[in-house]
């Protein structure tokens, strides 16, 4: 009997124990169980990116001007875009993503678009629930 209530303790712990991991929700992943895109950056978080890659590919004060007319305004789409009833599909959002890059590249010298994409890679690998390689 003995045998008995120590097996039926440990599967009833192993049950308990169990039970707890699956209570506590989807909040382990990387980001902490956000659910959809990312939070949109303000406008002081938008000239914080565009000081960094004005420094990390040397931009003109003109371009530094026109690549954070761009950000904003690329912001500020995306912002309607994922606020609206429908969400976006994932290729609506890639082909908006490929034509704004398009666009700061338009402003930069071939030397700055190569040292652009570069910063691109490094940063994207970095950001939360992404892998390197893509």
Not at 62 to 82: G, R, S
Not at 83 to 107: G, H, L, W
């Amino acid at each position: 009997m003995k045998r008995k209530t120590i097996k039926t303790i440990f599967l009833l712990s192993f049950l308990f124990v169990g039970s707890i991991s699956f209570a506590q929700g989807p909040n382990n992943g990387p980001r902490g169980g956000q659910q959809g895109p990312p939070p949109i950056p303000s406008e002081k978080q938008i000239k914080n990116m565009v000081n960094d890659l004005a420094n990390e590919i040397s931009l003109t004060e003109n371009q530094e001007m026109q690549v954070l007319e761009l950000y904003l305004a690329h912001f500020e789409e995306l912002e309607k875009k994922t606020t609206e009833n429908s969400r976006p599909e994932r290729s609506e959002m890639e082909a908006f993503e490929t034509a704004f890059q398009k666009d700061v590249k338009a402003i930069l010298s071939e030397s700055q678009q190569t040292q652009y994409e570069a910063y691109l890679n490094e940063h994207i690998d970095k950001r939360p629930g992404r892998h390197s390689g893509r």
